[in-house]
């Protein structure tokens, strides 16, 4: 019986390197870079709930996801109680 080997994984792990340290993530709203060919502006925000349910909405407001298509890029609930939300946009709207 042959073993399977994993593949090898330090492009992965340069890539990954080169990227965080291009990115800060900071307590307060930080732009990040989008990655190779990915045009979008993110800021990431730590906020209480009722906060951060009105931080969406104001960037939902400001940049009408037809134009600018904004979204919620992801979230999750921190243990403080806290929401971490990353929001993205185009840059520029046509």
Do not use: C, H
Request: glycine letters at 8%; a positive charge.
């Amino acid at each position: 019986m042959s073993r399977l080997t994993p593949p090898p994984l330090g492009g992965l792990s340069r890539q990954l390197k080169r990227t965080r340290s291009s990115r800060g993530v900071g307590r307060d709203a930080s732009r990040m870079a989008g990655s190779a060919g990915d045009s979008f502006v993110r800021e990431t925000f730590i906020l209480p709930r009722d906060a951060a349910r009105n931080k969406a909405r104001e960037w939902l407001d400001r940049y009408p996801k037809a134009a600018y298509w904004t979204s919620v890029e992801s979230w999750r609930a921190l243990p403080e109680g806290d929401i971490e939300f990353t929001m993205r946009r185009l840059p520029s709207a046509d």
